[in-house]
């Protein structure tokens, strides 16, 4: 028996997508302005910088590189991003793997190099700034590449929003930071899906400081703020995730709790039997 559809429409079935970014590097520099952190994806802030934004991007193939896998069968449909940050190496990596992934039901939207520049540089920034400040609750994106990312959102409109990032320090624990930590908005389906997430990866993990916790995802009232999943729960009510790692940990068990973790939060959407 097919698996309820999600209350979100979807673009045409589509497999594999890309196209050029390359104006993504012409973007304005940001004002040089920092901000206090204290919650996820929270390393150092920069302020925005409002640059043009280009047109024409209603069709997410115009501009990002996108992978794009539909089961054919009915169900919840998820976008998950990596490479916002480009020195964040494990996110894009266990990306790049989900992009191979083929859903039981529903959907899968994957965006493994969000931010080309910062990659290429392998730098937190790009030369507009820190991309995930530019996602505002309740006004416009402040970049173009920001405004592009959005864009391929409200076209997709998925039911689930997952954004992998990593930190240089633990959540609750020491060095000071936010790794080993997946954020949400405290909802009960995102509680539950989370808490899947998390005890898959922690039955790998020995040491015990290394083990995942949940927190939540800062609202738009508490730094930081302009968060691509705050936006995503805040104004369009998807279910949104941050992953985040420790770095200091090898990559490639980074990568692989990242997938982990994933693989949770899709099984408790019934993305996966």
């Not at 024409?56 to 976008?79: C, H, M, P, Q, Y």
């Not at 060095?175 to 080993?180: C, D, L, M, R, T």
């Not at 705050?230 to 770095?247: H, L, M, N, P, R």
Request: net charge positive; hydrophobic share 30%.
């Amino acid at each position: 028996m097919p698996k309820p559809r999600g209350r979100r429409s979807f673009l045409a079935a589509m497999t594999t997508v890309s196209a050029s970014a390359a104006w993504i590097g012409q973007a304005s520099a940001a004002e040089n302005r920092s901000g206090k952190l204290a919650n996820a994806c929270s390393r150092r802030d920069m302020g925005d910088q409002t640059s043009p934004v280009p047109t024409g991007t209603s069709d997410i193939t115009d501009i990002l590189d996108v992978a794009i896998t539909d089961s054919k069968n009915e169900g919840r449909t998820a976008f998950i991003a990596g490479g916002i940050h480009g020195d964040e190496r494990a996110g894009i990596t266990a990306a790049k793997n989900i992009t191979e992934w083929t859903p039981d039901y529903g959907r899968l939207v994957v965006l493994p190099e969000a931010n080309p520049e910062a990659i290429e540089r392998n730098s937190r920034e790009n030369s507009s700034g820190n991309l995930n400040r530019k996602f505002p609750v309740g006004s416009e994106p402040r970049s173009a590449l920001a405004r592009s990312i959005w864009d391929a959102v409200t076209a997709v409109d998925p039911d689930l929003l997952i954004t992998l990032h990593e930190s240089k320090g633990i959540n609750s624990g020491t060095p000071a930071g936010v790794g080993q930590g997946v954020f949400h908005r405290g909802r009960p389906d995102t509680h539950n899906a989370t808490q899947m997430g998390i005890r898959r990866a922690n039955k790998t993990i020995g040491k015990k400081r290394l083990r995942f916790s949940h927190g939540r995802i800062s609202g738009p009232n508490h730094p930081p703020t302009g968060l691509l999943s705050e936006k995503a729960d805040y104004d369009a009510g998807i279910s949104s995730f941050i992953i985040e790692t420790y770095e200091g940990v090898n990559e490639n068990t980074r990568v692989q709790w990242q997938k982990t973790i994933t693989r949770g939060i899709l099984d408790h959407y019934d993305i996966y039997e």
